[in-house]
């Protein structure tokens, strides 16, 4: 049985920093997909960046400001967020999957089999 467990959410001020982590269990191998989605306020879910091995994908919002991350060793999913402005506020969401097309597909329709509770991220003075 495959399960998601996130932490590392919580109050930030603009400009700070902050990292998610995902622990993904229940995988036979390391060859899966993992993910960030968040859902803001009144709006859909949608992908920030997922990962699968070396190919990595950001949203175009989210570029040089988060960085996605792997341990397999640990079997867990980072996801480091930096210069934090308020429009990043919102649940955000670990996924994983264990067949993807690409990265992209993954994020953007998205692919995705397992998704864990959510975290909440509030960008706030």
């Known amino acids: 049985q495959v399960q998601l467990v996130e932490s590392g959410g919580g109050l930030v001020q603009p400009g700070g920093s902050l990292r998610l982590s995902c622990v993904v269990s229940?995988?036979?191998?390391?060859?899966?997909?993992s993910g960030w989605f968040r859902q803001a306020p009144g709006k859909e879910r949608e992908g920030v960046s997922c990962?699968?091995?070396?190919?990595?994908f950001y949203q175009e919002s989210v570029k040089g400001r988060f960085t996605i991350s792997r341990d397999n060793a640990k079997k867990t999913t980072y996801l480091e967020i930096n210069n934090l402005e308020p429009d990043d506020t919102g649940v955000y969401y670990c996924?994983?999957?264990?067949?993807?097309?690409?990265?992209?597909?993954?994020?953007?329709?998205?692919?995705?089999?397992?998704w864990g509770q959510g975290i909440a991220v509030t960008v706030s003075e």
């Open positions: 229940g995988f036979l191998s390391d060859y899966y997909a």
């Open positions: 990962v699968r091995e070396d190919k990595k």
């Open positions: 996924a994983a999957a264990g067949w993807i097309t690409t990265v992209q597909a993954m994020c953007r329709y998205p692919q995705v089999e397992y």
